[in-house]
Each structure stands twice: as C-alpha cells, then as structure tokens.
C-alpha cells in the first residue's frame, strides 16, 4: 500500500496548485480519501475529504469556494486543486486513506508521505 503526494512547490499570494495522490494497493472504492495538512508549530488539521461510499466531499471552512477534491479511478489518483492562496497556507500537505468510506470517520488506515506547499511573495 502506498500514497504518493505530490505537486507541492513555491506559489505567489492569489496563485494555484493541485496536488496529487497517487494510490497504490487498493481501490478508490475501499476507503475515504482526505488531505490534510500541518504547518510549522501547528497540529495537523483536515482540509478536505472525497468519501468512497457517495462521492461527496467535505472541506473545511477556510477551504471551501477555494479547494476542490476530485479522483480519477484510470489513475487511481486523487487530486487537491488550490486556488486563490494565501500565506496561511503554507503547510505541508499530506494525504490519507481512511479506515472508513465515510468522510466523517476520524480514523486514518494509511498516511502518505508530505508535500510542501509554501505561498509568498
């Protein structure tokens, strides 16, 4: 089993990133997918999760109308398109499977490894 994240990088104020989550040893169909993320000094938190058993995607508040989680089931890859950036979030980006097809499950199967995303000037 793995997730492989990337697309992370260096992006101005107001620019775009997606990232991608390429899985590895199971279906996309087996558990919930989430990204998360933790910046220097904070705990890790939710950023937005694709549920396995609807589609339906949950993000947090500082994410919606900005982020958007979508999959592709040929290349087994989930993706976290970032729009409108700001330095709030700079952070390093993971991805995980939960141990769950439901979003609102808390616990996590699988982590991947990080992605840094940086947002300056």
């Known amino acids: 089993v793995q997730l492989q994240a990337s697309g992370g990088g260096l992006v101005q104020p107001g620019g775009s990133l997606r990232l991608a989550c390429a899985v590895s040893?199971?279906?996309?169909?087996?558990?919930?997918i989430g990204w998360f993320r933790q910046a220097p000094g904070k705990e890790r938190e939710e950023v937005s999760c694709l549920s396995s058993s609807d589609s339906s995607a949950h993000s947090a508040d500082f994410a919606r109308g900005r982020f958007t989680i979508s999959r592709d089931y040929g290349t087994n890859t989930v993706y976290l398109q970032m729009n409108r950036l700001n330095p709030e979030d700079t952070a390093v980006y993971y991805c995980?499977?939960?141990?769950?097809?439901?979003?609102?499950?808390?616990?996590?199967?699988?982590w991947g490894q990080g992605t840094q995303v940086t947002v300056s000037s």
């Open positions: 995980a499977a939960k141990d769950s097809q439901y979003c609102l499950s808390p616990r996590i199967k699988y």
């Open positions: 040893g199971f279906s996309l169909d087996d558990y919930s």
